[in-house]
C-alpha cells in the first residue's frame, strides 16, 4: 500500500518561502538585499536609541526591541516591493496576466475576467468601480482594439450615457499599458458615479453577461501566486 502524499503547507511561512522563491528566479541577489536592509535599518534605530535614551540597561532593552521590529518592518515592505515586481515580470505577456493583476484590487470594484473574447485568445475583462464601466483587453493590439470597440459600443448602451465606459490595452506598445502599471492606472481614473449606481449598473450588465458564453480563462502564475504573496504581506 503507498504512502500518501504529503501535505503541501498553506500557511504564511510557506507563502513566504514560496514568494521568496519565485522572487529569487528574477533577483538572484534578493537574499543579499534582504539582508543588508535589516542590518542598516537596525543599526540606525540602534544608534538613534542609544542617542536618544542612553545607554541604561532598560534602555538597551527597549532600543533593541525597538532596533528588532523596526527593521523586520522594513525589510518586509521592501520584499513585498521585490516579490510584486518580480512577479508581474514572470506573469507578462501571458494570457490571463491581466485578469490576475485586477483581481488585486480590493473593496469598490466588481472585476469580471474574459466578457469578451476572440478565437485568436484575445480578451476582454470589465471592471466597474466609482469611474465606471471600465474594459480592459489583452492580446495583439489590432484585434483587441477592435473587440474593445465593439464592447464598449454594447455596454454604453445597456449602462447609458450617464455611465463613462472606459478602455484600456494591456501591453508595452504605444498606447498601451504595462502589466505593472494597470492596478495603478485604473485606481488614478477619476470617480464618475456614486456606489448606489454602481449597483445599479451591475443590475443592467447581468442581462448583457446572460446572452453570451464565459470564456474559459487560464489560470496562470499570477492569480494564485500573487494573491498568497500579498496575503503573506498584509499578515
Known amino acids: 500500500m503507498s504512502s500518501p502524499a504529503p501535505a503541501v503547507?498553506?500557511?504564511?511561512?510557506?507563502?513566504?518561502?514560496n514568494a521568496y522563491q519565485m522572487t529569487k528566479k528574477t533577483q538572484p541577489r534578493v537574499g543579499?538585499?534582504?539582508l543588508g536592509v535589516f542590518v542598516l535599518s537596525a543599526a540606525a534605530v540602534a544608534a538613534l536609541g542609544v542617542l536618544l535614551l542612553g545607554t541604561a540597561w532598560f534602555s538597551i532593552i527597549i532600543t533593541a526591541v525597538l532596533a528588532l521590529t523596526t527593521s523586520l518592518l522594513v525589510t518586509m515592505i521592501v520584499f513585498g516591493k521585490r516579490a510584486e515586481k518580480s512577479m508581474y515580470q514572470q506573469a507578462e505577456g501571458q494570457l490571463g496576466a491581466g485578469a490576475g493583476a485586477l483581481q488585486m484590487l480590493r473593496r469598490?470594484?466588481?472585476?469580471?475576467?474574459?466578457?469578451?473574447?476572440?478565437?485568436?485568445?484575445?480578451?476582454v475583462h470589465r471592471l466597474v468601480g466609482r469611474p465606471g464601466v471600465v474594459l480592459v483587453g489583452e492580446?495583439?493590439?489590432?484585434?483587441?482594439?477592435?473587440?474593445l470597440a465593439s464592447e464598449a459600443k454594447k455596454h454604453q448602451r445597456i449602462v447609458g450615457d450617464g455611465v463613462p465606459v472606459t478602455t484600456l490595452i494591456v501591453g508595452r506598445?504605444?498606447?498601451e499599458v504595462p502589466l505593472p502599471n494597470l492596478v495603478k492606472r485604473v485606481k488614478k481614473l477619476p470617480k464618475a458615479i456614486k456606489p448606489a449606481q454602481q449597483t445599479d449598473v451591475l443590475y443592467k450588465l447581468k442581462a448583457l453577461d446572460a446572452m453570451r458564453p464565459a470564456a474559459p480563462m487560464p489560470r496562470g502564475p499570477m492569480p494564485t501566486s500573487m494573491k498568497g504573496a500579498r496575503k503573506a504581506m498584509r499578515g
Do not use: I, M, S, Y
Not at 109 to 120: H, I, L, N, R, S
Open 32 to 34: 543579499l538585499l534582504l
Open 139 to 147: 492580446g495583439q493590439h489590432a484585434r483587441v482594439k477592435n473587440l
Open 173 to 175: 506598445g504605444e498606447g
Open 108 to 123: 469598490g470594484w466588481d472585476v469580471k475576467p474574459a466578457v469578451g473574447f476572440t478565437k485568436q485568445q484575445d480578451v
Open 9 to 17: 503547507p498553506t500557511g504564511r511561512l510557506a507563502q513566504l518561502r
